[in-house]
C-alpha cells in the first residue's frame, strides 16, 4: 500500500498562544483525518493533544477544523482533500483553548443543565406504562440522534462571532428543546419563555449554517428551530395556533 | 500534598457509562453526596457506541418470551460458568429498568399497538432486545445523562484514576489526575464504584475506543481485590475489515437480526455447515426457515448466523484460514439479498439499520444496499472481571463494588449480545444502591498519606526519567497488542500463551523505561505511558487464565484441547495478586444451582 506523502498543518498551542505546525506525513489507503493525526503522535509528536473516542461517528468527541470547516476528525476522509495542497487542523474556534486540538466545551454542558427536564405524563396503561406511535417517535427521534460534537456551536456565528455565549443557547440546544417540546410523553409546559428569554431563540437569523455541518444529518433549521420560533410567537401572542400544533402534535395541557 | 486537590463524596463512581451513571443516578436520589468520575466527556463513555439494542424479556412481541427463558439463554449462552443468580436477577430486572428509561425520556421504536419494539439477536429464543434503530448505546447514555444532571451528582470530566486507596482492608477513596492540566486529585469516600468498562486497547484489532485499557479491572486487582473468568474474551464476529484505517469497528449483530446472510467467497451459506448439537433443535433447517424467522415466523427457527457470537466467530476465522474469505481476509455479509423481499427495498435497509449505512457509505466508500460487506472478528468484550457478590456487586475488597463490563459474573464464558446494556441497567443500578448503603452503615473513611505519596510518584516517574535510550510508550503499547492479537488470539495454542507470558514480563520492564516528552498538560504521551500497567497487567491475566484453562469452551479455544471437559465446567479461574506481587490464579468451585433455577434449565433446554 504506497502512502501518498502529504503536509498536515496543526494547531500547536495553548489559552497562551500558538501557531500551526507542518507534519509531513504518508496518506494510505482509506485513512481519515484522526488516523493522520495519531500517526503524527505516534511518530513525530507524542504529546500532540486530541480528543477522540469511537473512531466511528458515534460520540462526538473529535470535532475540530480541517480546512477551515468544522467537521469530525474520524469521519473525514482524507480522500476527500485536496491532498496537493497543505491540510489544515485547527480547534474549534468558538470555544476557550486547552491544547493544539482540545477545546474546552464545559459552556455547552452548562447550558444544557438549565433547561427544564423532561417531564412525563401519567402512564397510559394500568402497569404504567405508555403506548406511542412509531411515527410520533421517529420526529423526535431525528433530534435524539444527536451525538454532541457542538460542530453547530462552533459554526453559528452568534456564538463564533458575536460571542453571545451569555444570552444564546445555541443551535443544540433549540433541538435540545426542540426534542423536548415534541416529545410525545412529555408535559412540561414551562420552556417556551425560556426560550426566548433567557436562550436567545431570537438571535438565530436562519442562515442554516448549523444544519449544513451537522454530520448527523440532522436539519436543524427547518425541522426544530424554525417551528420553535413560531412556537414562541405563538406562545407571546397567541394567534395562529392551528399551524403549529400541525407541527408539534397535540397541545399540551 | 497542598498541591492536590481533595474531594469527599459519599459515594464515588468510576466511569459515566451506562453502569457508572445508573449507579449514579440511583445513589443520588438516594439522598447522599454523589460524584463521578470519568476520562472522556460525560456522554462520550463507550456505551454510546451500542448499536443493537437492550435484552430484557417484555414479551411485547412474542408473548412466549419470560424472564425464565431469559434465563436459560443467557446460562446457555454462558455454557453455565455464568453466576446462577446474577443470570436470575439480571433476566428478572432488565425490563423494569428498560421502561424506567421511558419514564426518563428514552424513545424506543415502537410495536404497530404502541408498545417497546424488540428484536431478534444471537442466542436469544424470542425478540428481545429493545432497541432505536442501531443506535441504542446513545439513546440509553443520553437518557441517563440528561436525567442525572438533575439528580445531583456532581461530575468530574476527563479525569483519569489511577489508585485505589485503602483504609486497612477496606476501599475509602482514589488517587486521580486531571487530563487538562495534569494535576492530581484525591476522592475520599465512603464506598467506590467500578464502571470503567473493558479491555480491548489489548489488542490490534478491536471495536473499542482509548478508554478500553482495564482500567477498572488492574485498579480492583491492585487493591487485592479478585478477577475472574479473564480467559473469557469476546471477538465479535463482523467487524469491519476494508481499508485498513477501519479495520476492526464494530458491523452490529442487527444487520444479521434483520435478515443479513454470511458467504464465502463461493457465494456459500457456510454457517450452515456446522452447528452445534446443543442448538441443534432451535436452528434453521434451511435458508428459507431462516429468512422466516428473522421476518417474525414465530414457527420458524433462526438462521444459524444467529447462534452464539464465538461459534460464528470461529467459523469465520475456519473460512478464511482454509482460502474461502474473501479478497481483504474476511467473508461477506449480505443484507442487500433481502431487497426483492421486503417491502421498501433499499430504504428498508436505510430505514433499519441506518447507522450501518451510513458508517459503510461513509468509510468504506460501500453502499450495504447493493454490495455485500466484508468483516471478520474484532475483540469487542470483556467478560471476564471483577468478581463481585451477585446481589450486592461488592468486591472482595470492602467498600469496593464494581458493575458493568469490569464486573464479571453473568456472562460466563460467552455473552449474548444485547445483554451488556440491561447488564449496565440491572447491576449498575445495584452497585449503586448498595454502595449507598454501605457508605451510610460505615460513614467516610480515611485514606493514608503515605499511599497518596506514592500514588504520585509512580504517576510522575515517566517525567523524571533521563532521556537517552528511553523507551516511547505508543510503541509499547503497539507491540502489546499486536503480539496479543497473534499468541492470544480466536484460538489459542499453550506454546503461543506460554511466549506471550514471557513477552508481557520483557514489555512490563521497557515500560519502566518509558521516557514522556512535554509537560503535564493534556499530554498523550504521558496518559498513555500510565494506561500501559493497566495493559499489561490484564494481558498477563487473559495469558495465564487462557492457559491455565485447557479446554474450549465459550470464548476460550485451545488448539490442543478441542471440545468441552465437564471438569472444567465445574470451576471459574480467579486471578489475585499474592502478596508477593505476583499474579496468582487458583480454580474456584461454581455453587451447586439453586433447583428451582435448576428446574428451569430441565424444562427450557
Ligand atoms: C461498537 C459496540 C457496539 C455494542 N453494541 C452493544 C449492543 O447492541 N448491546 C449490548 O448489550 N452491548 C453492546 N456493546 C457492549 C456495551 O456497549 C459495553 O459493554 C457497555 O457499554 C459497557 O458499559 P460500561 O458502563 O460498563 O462502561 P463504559 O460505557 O465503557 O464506560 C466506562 C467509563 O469509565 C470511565 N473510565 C474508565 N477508566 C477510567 C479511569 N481510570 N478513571 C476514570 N474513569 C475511567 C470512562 O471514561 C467511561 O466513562 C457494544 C460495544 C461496542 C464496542
Ligand atoms: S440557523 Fe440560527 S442557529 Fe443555525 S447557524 Fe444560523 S444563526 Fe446559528
Ligand atoms: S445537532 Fe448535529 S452538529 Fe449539533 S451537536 Fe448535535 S450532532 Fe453535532
Ligand atoms: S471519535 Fe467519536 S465521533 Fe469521532
Redesign the interface.
Known amino acids: ?1 504506497a502512502g501518498k506523502k502529504t503536509t498536515f498543518e496543526v494547531y500547536r498551542g ?1 489559552a497562551k498562544g500558538g501557531a500551526r505546525q507542518s507534519y509531513e506525513t504518508e496518506v ?5 483525518v484522526l ?1 493522520v493525526l495519531h500517526q503524527i ?2 511518530e513525530q509528536a ?16 473529535c470535532s475540530a477544523e480541517v480546512n477551515g470547516k468544522p467537521r469530525l476528525t474520524c ?1 473525514t ?1 482524507c480522500s476527500s482533500l485536496d491532498l496537493d495542497q497543505p491540510v489544515r487542523v485547527e480547534p474549534m474556534r468558538t470555544f476557550p483553548l ?3 486540538l ?1 477545546t ?3 459552556w455547552n ?1 452548562e447550558v ?2 438549565k433547561i427544564k ?2 417531564k ?1 405524563r401519567a402512564p397510559d396503561a394500568p402497569d ?7 411515527k410520533d ?1 421517529e420526529r ?2 431525528e433530534f ?2 444527536c ?2 460534537c457542538f460542530l453547530c456551536q462552533d459554526v453559528c456565528h452568534v456564538l463564533r462571532d458575536h460571542h453571545k455565549h451569555a444570552e444564546f443557547a445555541g443551535p443544540r440546544f433549540f433541538i435540545y428543546t426542540a426534542a ?1 417540546e415534541m ?4 408535559s412540561e409546559n414551562d420552556r417556551l419563555t425560556d426560550l426566548r428569554e433567557r436562550d436567545g431563540l431570537g438571535y438565530c437569523n436562519i442562515t442554516k449554517c448549523c444544519t449544513d455541518v451537522c454530520p448527523e444529518h440532522i436539519t436543524i433549521t427547518d425541522n426544530g428551530i424554525i417551528p420553535l420560533k413560531e412556537r414562541v410567537v405563538d406562545d407571546h401572542w397567541d394567534p395562529l395556533t392551528g399551524l403549529v400544533n400541525l407541527v408539534f402534535g397535540r397541545p399540551k395541557g | 500534598m497542598a498541591d492536590i486537590q481533595t474531594h469527599e463524596y459519599d459515594v464515588l463512581i468510576i466511569g459515566a457509562g451506562g453502569a457508572g451513571l445508573s449507579a449514579a443516578v440511583v445513589a443520588a436520589a438516594a439522598g447522599v453526596k454523589v460524584g463521578v468520575v470519568c476520562k ?7 456505551t ?2 451500542a448499536e443493537g439494542g437492550v435484552a430484557a424479556a417484555m414479551a411485547n412481541v412474542d408473548d412466549r418470551d419470560s424472564w425464565r427463558v431469559h434465563f436459560a439463554d443467557t446460562m446457555r449462552g454462558g455454557q453455565y460458568l455464568n453466576n446462577p443468580r446474577m443470570a436470575e436477577l439480571h433476566a428478572q430486572e432488565a425490563p423494569d429498568r428498560v ?1 424506567e428509561l ?4 428514552a ?4 410495536t ?4 417497546i ?1 424488540q428484536r431478534n439477536f444471537g442466542g436469544h429464543a424470542y425478540p428481545r432486545l429493545a432497541h ?2 442501531d ?1 441504542t ?3 440509553m447514555i ?1 437518557t441517563l445523562q ?2 442525572g ?2 439528580s445531583g451528582m456532581e461530575v468530574h ?1 476527563e479525569v483519569t484514576c489511577t489508585r485505589l486507596l485503602k483504609d486497612g482492608n477496606r476501599c475509602t477513596g482514589v488517587f486521580a489526575y486531571d487530563r ?1 492540566k495534569g494535576r492530581f486529585r484525591v476522592f475520599k469516600a465512603g464506598a467506590v464504584v467500578l464502571a470503567t468498562g473493558g479491555v480491548g486497547r489489548a489488542y490490534e484489532i478491536n471495536s473499542n ?3 478500553y485499557t482495564g482500567d477498572g479491572h488492574v485498579l480492583a486487582y491492585d487493591a487485592g481485590a479478585e478477577l475472574q473468568d479473564m480467559e473469557f474474551l469476546q471477538f465479535h464476529p463482523t467487524g469491519m475489515v ?5 479495520r476492526g ?2 458491523v452490529t449483530e442487527g444487520v444479521r437480526g434483520e435478515g443479513g446472510v454470511l458467504r464465502n467467497k463461493d457465494g456459500k451459506r457456510f454457517m450452515f455447515d456446522n452447528i452445534p448439537d446443543n442448538y441443534k433443535a432451535q436452528t434453521a433447517s434451511d435458508e428459507e426457515e431462516g429468512w422466516r424467522y428473522t421476518q417474525g415466523d414465530k414457527r420458524a427457527r433462526r438462521p444459524p448466523e444467529l447462534l452464539t457470537r464465538d461459534h460464528v466467530a470461529r467459523m469465520i476465522n475456519r473460512e478464511v484460514k482454509e482460502g474461502r474469505g474473501s479478497p481483504h481476509g474476511g467473508v461477506f455479509l449480505d443484507i442487500a439479498w433481502i431487497k426483492p423481499r421486503v417491502p421498501g427495498g433499499a430504504e428498508h435497509i436505510r430505514k433499519k439499520l441506518p ?1 450501518m449505512y ?2 459503510f457509505k ?3 466508500e460501500l453502499d450495504i444496499t447493493e454490495m455485500p460487506m466484508e468483516i471478520g472478528p474484532t475483540t469487542h468484550y470483556m467478560m471476564g472481571g471483577v468478581r463481585v457478590d451477585a446481589d450486592s456487586q461488592m468486591s472482595s475488597v470492602p467498600g469496593l463494588f464494581a458493575a458493568g463490563e469490569c464486573g464479571a459474573g453473568l456472562h460466563g464464558a460467552n455473552r449474548l449480545g444485547g445483554n451488556s446494556l440491561s447488564d449496565l441497567l440491572v447491576f449498575g443500578q445495584r452497585a449503586g444502591q448498595f454502595a449507598v448503603e454501605y457508605a451510610k452503615k460505615n460513614g467516610r473513611g480515611k485514606v493514608s498519606e503515605d499511599e497518596v505519596k506514592k500514588a504520585s510518584e509512580a504517576a510522575l516517574a515517566p517525567f523524571s526519567r533521563s532521556g537517552g535510550k528511553g523507551e ?4 509499547i503499547q ?1 507491540e502489546l497488542q499486536k503480539m496479543m492479537q497473534a499468541k492470544v488470539g480466536i484460538i489459542r495454542s499453550p506454546g503461543e500463551v506460554q511466549e506471550a507470558i514471557g513477552e508481557i514480563a520483557q514489555l512490563k520492564k521497557r515500560g519502566q523505561a518509558v521516557v ?4 503535564r ?6 496518559h ?1 505511558a500510565l494506561d500501559l500497567h493497566n495493559l499489561l497487567t490484564v494481558s498477563e491475566a487473559i495469558a495465564r487464565a487462557a492457559l491455565e484453562r485447557k479446554e474450549s469452551r465459550g470464548a476460550q479455544t485451545r488448539e490442543d484441547a478441542p471440545g468441552k471437559d465437564p471438569e472444567w465446567g465445574k470451576v471459574n479461574l480467579i486471578v489475585k495478586k499474592g502478596d508477593d506481587g505476583q499474579m496468582q490464579i487458583r480454580r474456584e468451585p461454581i455453587a451447586p444451582m439453586r433447583p428451582d433455577l435448576k428446574a428451569i434449565i430441565e424444562e427450557i433446554g
Open positions: 500500500m495553548d494510505g489507503e482509506g485513512m481519515v488516523d503522535q505516534r507524542p504529546d500532540l493533544a486530541i480528543r477522540w473516542n469511537c473512531k466511528a461517528g458515534k460520540c462526538g468527541s469521519m476522509r486547552i491544547r493544539d482540545v474546552d466545551v464545559s454542558y444544557k443543565k427536564k423532561f412525563p404504567g406504562t405508555w403506548r406511542m406511535d412509531q417517535v423526535v427521534q435524539r440522534k451525538i454532541e423536548l416529545h410525545p410523553l412529555d | 472522556s466527556l460525560l456522554g462520550k463513555a463507550h454510546v457506541m421502561r421511558e419514564k426518563w425520556g424513545l424506543f421504536d415502537r404497530p399497538d404502541g408498545r419494539l432505536v434503530g443506535r448505546g446513545l439513546e443520553r440528561d436525567h444532571i438533575h470530566m487538562e475506543s482509548w478508554e476494508w481499508p485498513p484505517s477501519v469497528i464494530l447507522g451510513h458508517q461513509e468509510l468504506a516511547n510508550a505508543f510503541q503497539g514522556v516528552e512535554g509537560n498538560e493534556y499530554n498523550p504521551g504521558w498513555t
